[in-house]
């Protein structure tokens, strides 16, 4: 059975910055893509930013580049979200998503099959 954890989620002012991370247990993933997706209220789940296994290749969307990075550690199993310049528009519930069938990093939350229980973010203006 695989685990997926976040943690690092938390309250931070206009500006500010956090870290997220994502952990997996119960299965090695030695191909997957992985993502985070956000999720605000009233509003669909989005696509944050995707690594994918080797190179490694990162997506951004265009909300977040230049602000979030991501990356992922193979040997331990793990990802992680730098966000500085968070804004409040960056509010919102975030996932870490794991899609173990493609190559590509796609966007849409339907191709993933695994997901975390989310983690708050919450930045005040």
């Known amino acids: 059975q695989v685990h997926v954890v976040e943690s690092g989620g938390g309250l931070v002012q206009a500006g500010g910055s956090l870290r997220l991370s994502c952990a997996i247990s119960?299965?090695?993933?030695?191909?997957?893509?992985m993502a985070w997706f956000r999720q605000a209220p009233g509003k669909e789940r989005e696509f944050v930013a995707g690594?994918?296994?080797?190179?490694?290749?990162?997506a951004y969307a265009d909300s977040v580049k230049g602000r979030f990075t991501i990356s992922r550690d193979n040997v331990k199993n793990t990802m992680s979200l730098q966000m500085n310049s968070l804004k409040p528009e960056d509010t919102a519930v975030y996932y870490c998503?794991?899609?173990?069938?493609?190559?590509?990093?796609?966007?849409?939350?339907?191709?993933?099959?695994?997901w975390g229980q989310g983690t708050q973010v919450t930045v005040s203006s």
């Open positions: 998503a794991i899609d173990s069938r493609a190559f590509t990093i796609r966007r849409f939350a339907g191709a993933y099959e695994y």
């Open positions: 119960g299965r090695a993933f030695n191909t997957a893509v």
């Open positions: 690594i994918s296994w080797s190179s490694p290749i990162m």
